[in-house]
């Protein structure tokens, strides 16, 4: 692959992981009422997700999902009413900062894990995006493994690496809210993120 056609690849790639969508709404909710430890469990859920989501779109999966309406929407809803019940939990969750042992912390972390890299692998859009991006720097001269290989892990390093840093961000905030009032109305600020960004991808129109 030419290097040229790689930068111009890992720039574009940069740009887009950089706009918040639903992804980036999760992590920053998480971070934002649980803490960094909770952060940084959804970042390695965004890039587990990620790379799900590309291996499935590079293999052809995003293919079918391009050409079946009725697959997009039920695997589209499926990933918008997860979002939803996602932020319902949160809004419903304690506003303790602590949890008292420390296998509760590995299960919610697993927990954390688990949600985030469903709502990432969960979403349509982003398998039909790696479809319709990534072919557009594969030369045809060459053999394409390699090539795909190069390109999911510059799109998975850089999407991780934003995700990291929207955690480090949204926690860091998160220090100034110990009273339980004030970390009530920043759980209810992330729940109002995950359910909005649940209410935006149902109703977003096949593309």
């Known amino acids: ?7 111009t690849f890992a720039i574009a790639s940069a740009i887009l992981v950089a706009i918040p969508g639903p992804t980036v709404l999760t992590v920053v909710s998480y971070a ?8 940084w469990a959804s970042v390695a859920g965004v890039t587990l997700g990620d790379i799900t989501a590309m291996t499935l779109s590079l293999a052809g999966a995003g293919a079918l999902l391009a050409t079946s309406t ?8 499926c990933g918008a009413l997860y979002l939803i019940w996602l932020g319902i ?9 602590s949890i008292p042992t420390n296998i509760k912390t ?11 890299f469903m709502v990432t692998a969960l ?8 479809v319709a991006f990534v072919p557009q720097f594969i030369s045809t001269s060459e053999p394409a493994f390699p090539q795909m290989v190069i390109l999911e892990a510059t ?6 690496t934003n995700a990291f840093m929207w955690a480090f961000l949204a926690s860091g905030m998160r220090e100034h809210f110990s009273n339980p009032d ?20 149902a109703l977003a129109h096949k593309t």
């Open 155 to 160: 799109f998975v390093t850089l999407g991780a």
């Open 182 to 201: 004030r970390l009530k109305f920043i759980n209810r600020i992330g729940a109002s993120f995950l359910i909005s960004a649940g209410l935006i991808t």
């Open 1 to 7: 692959m030419p290097l040229e056609v790689w930068i």
């Open 70 to 77: 009725i697959l997009f929407t039920a695997l589209k809803f």
């Open 32 to 39: 934002l009422s649980k803490g960094r430890q909770a952060g």
């Open 123 to 130: 979403n349509p859009k982003c398998i039909i995006f790696f």
């Open 106 to 116: 590995q299960a919610s972390n697993r927990t954390i894990f688990f949600n985030t």
């Open 89 to 97: 939990n949160l809004w419903r969750s304690n506003t303790k900062l």
